[in-house]
C-alpha cells in the first residue's frame, strides 16, 4: 500500500523567505501525487498535481513542486512566503490503475513571521 | 468556493446518539468521498461512493454507514457515538478517478 511521509510537523519562515516542505512516498511506481492546502476553518484546496511528464510542476499561488524519482520525494516550493500562506499542507499519493483513493500525509503547518 | 456544499457545520451531541451529516457534491461530479480528520489520526479516508454506488472502503467502522441519493448527495451516519468520534468530517467529489478532489468545509463534530 502506498504511504505519504511529511518529516517537518511545523515549519516557521519569515514573510519574504523561499519556502521548501517535503513530501517522501513510498510506492513500487510512479504514482500521482498532489499537494493541498487547507487555511484555518476550511476544507482542503488543490495546489498543485503531478502525473507525468515533466517533474517539475507549477500550482496555484506561486507555489512549486518537483518530482524526484530517485528519492521517491514531490517537495513544494515558493520563492518568496507571504502571511497569507500560512495554513496546514498536506502532500498526496495515488495509485494510478488501483482504487485512486488519495492518501494524505499528516500535514505540515507552516507558520509565517512578519 | 469549491463548490461542494456540507452540512452542519458543526455538531454537538452526546455519547450513544446517532447524526447525519450531509454533502452535495461540485455539479457535475459524480464522486463522493468521506473522510475524518482528527489531531491523532490525520486525515483517514472512510468511504466513496461512485453515482449511487458504493466504490471503495477506508477505515470506517461498522458503527457508521453512508449513502449517495439519486441526486448525488450523500449522507454520513455516525451512530452509538463515543468521545473518539470527535473530529471534523470532510466530503470531497471529484469528476472521474483521477482528478483532484474537490473539498467541503467540513463538519465538526464534537461528543459530550
Known amino acids: 500500500a502506498q504511504s505519504v511521509t511529511q518529516p517537518d510537523i511545523h515549519i516557521t519562515v519569515s514573510e519574504g523567505a523561499s519556502l521548501e516542505l517535503r513530501c517522501n512516498y513510498s510506492?513500487?511506481?510512479?504514482?500521482?501525487l498532489f499537494w493541498y492546502v487547507q487555511s484555518p476553518g476550511q476544507g482542503l484546496q488543490l495546489l498543485l498535481k503531478?502525473?507525468?511528464?515533466?517533474?517539475l510542476v507549477q500550482g496555484i499561488k506561486g507555489f512549486e513542486a518537483e518530482f524526484k524519482r530517485s528519492q521517491s520525494s514531490f517537495n513544494l516550493r515558493k520563492p518568496s512566503v507571504h502571511w497569507s500562506d500560512a495554513a496546514e499542507y498536506f502532500c498526496a499519493v495515488e495509485q494510478p490503475g488501483g482504487s485512486y483513493i488519495p492518501t494524505f500525509g499528516r500535514g505540515t503547518s507552516l507558520i509565517v513571521h512578519p | 468556493d469549491s463548490g461542494v456544499t456540507q452540512t452542519p457545520k458543526h455538531l454537538i451531541t452526546a455519547t450513544g446518539q446517532r447524526v447525519t451529516l450531509r454533502c452535495s457534491p461540485r455539479?457535475?461530479?459524480?464522486?463522493v468521498y468521506w473522510y475524518q480528520q482528527s489531531l491523532d489520526q490525520g486525515l483517514q479516508f472512510l468511504i466513496q461512493y461512485y453515482n449511487g454506488e458504493e466504490r471503495a472502503k477506508g477505515n470506517i467502522l461498522e458503527r457508521f454507514s453512508a449513502q449517495q441519493f439519486p441526486d448525488l448527495h450523500s449522507e454520513l451516519n455516525l451512530s452509538s457515538l463515543e468521545l473518539g468520534d470527535s473530529a471534523l468530517y470532510f466530503c470531497?467529489?471529484?469528476?472521474?478517478?483521477?482528478?483532484?478532489?474537490?473539498f467541503g468545509n467540513g463538519t465538526r463534530l464534537t461528543v459530550t
Open positions: 455539479s457535475g461530479d459524480l464522486s
Open positions: 503531478y502525473f507525468s511528464g515533466d517533474t
Open positions: 470531497a467529489s471529484s469528476a472521474t478517478d483521477n482528478s483532484p478532489l474537490h
Open positions: 510506492y513500487g511506481a510512479t504514482p500521482y
